[in-house]
């Protein structure tokens, strides 16, 4: 059993919620302009693990013919034989479950509009096979982490939640472009949408600088309706220059530096957002 758990736990790449977790606490402490209450980042933080881990078996399991003719990826877990389809659907709707009970818990809107977050973080896996969007549509799916989060603590949608959702958005989509290179060739014979697939390399590198340009914007912008103060400047400026080293490491289209490109330093940016807002709201 404890080893199965491990094989489910590798399988949705558990240690990379970290992406999407602090963006998260962001919305949250934004909202309740300080520190929410135990009770909200305990279901905050219940809700965030159930949605990402009920998408990621659901992209598993959609692909997992795609996966097995990717030499990338024909070592996960379905098609390495590790897991069963049945087994993977039951783990996804156990997530998902847990979602929804932790929106409950949360407040009335938050539980209405978990059908919405379980339809666009599902909706996902299936975009590559008829729109080179889907990195946008990924975007999307962890957008909704700040804006589930404020709408967790305030109960309303409000437009400085949206701008950081967009912002979440545009760096995801930003990193997703990145990520899909691997793919470039696979996604061209399989016919799979990608912007790598459409745009080569050179193009690619262009479209992920624009999007995280409109990420430091959102960041910029969301900081005077909000009071937020210098210290939550001088951390956007080190996530703007963190943005700039991981497009400098990717810049000839290097892809033997991807790993410290996409996961390390998308880590360290959301974390960083973390608490330089953190800390501005405090002080």
Not at 17 to 44: C, E, M, S
Not at 226 to 243: E, F, H, T, W
Request: some cysteine; overall charge positive.
């Amino acid at each position: 059993m404890f080893k199965r758990i491990g094989i489910i736990l590798e399988m949705i790449k558990f240690p990379h919620t970290v992406f999407a977790l602090p963006f998260a606490f962001t919305g949250a402490i934004l909202a309740a302009d300080g520190l929410p209450g135990w009770d909200k980042i305990l279901w905050i933080t219940l809700a965030m693990v159930g949605a990402r881990s009920g998408a990621m078996g659901m992209n598993r399991l959609l692909d997992a013919e795609i996966d097995a003719r990717n030499p990338r990826t024909k070592d996960r877990a379905i098609p390495a034989g590790l897991l069963t389809k049945a087994q993977v659907g039951i783990f996804s709707a156990i997530s998902f479950a847990l979602l929804v009970y932790a929106s409950y818990r949360l407040n009335p809107l938050c539980l209405k509009l978990s059908p919405v977050a379980i339809f666009v973080v599902t909706f996902y896996s299936l975009t590559k096979r008829f729109t080179c969007a889907a990195h946008l549509v990924l975007g999307l799916a962890l957008a909704i982490a700040p804006i589930g989060a404020w709408i967790a603590i305030r109960g309303t949608l409000d437009m400085p939640a949206l701008v950081l959702g967009g912002a979440v958005l545009a760096w995801v989509a930003g990193f997703d472009i990145f990520y899909a290179l691997q793919d470039m060739e696979f996604d061209r014979r399989e016919g799979l949408h990608s912007i790598p697939s459409y745009l080569g390399v050179g193009g690619s590198l262009w479209a992920a600088r624009f999007l995280h340009v409109l990420t430091v914007s959102g960041l910029l912008y969301i900081a005077r309706p909000l009071g937020l103060n210098l210290v939550y400047m001088a951390g956007v400026a080190v996530v703007c220059g963190m943005l700039l080293y991981e497009h400098m490491l990717l810049r000839n289209g290097d892809l033997t530096k991807l790993d410290a490109a996409f996961f390390n330093m998308n880590g360290y940016i959301s974390l960083t957002v973390l608490v330089f807002t953190a800390a501005a709201v405090m002080i």
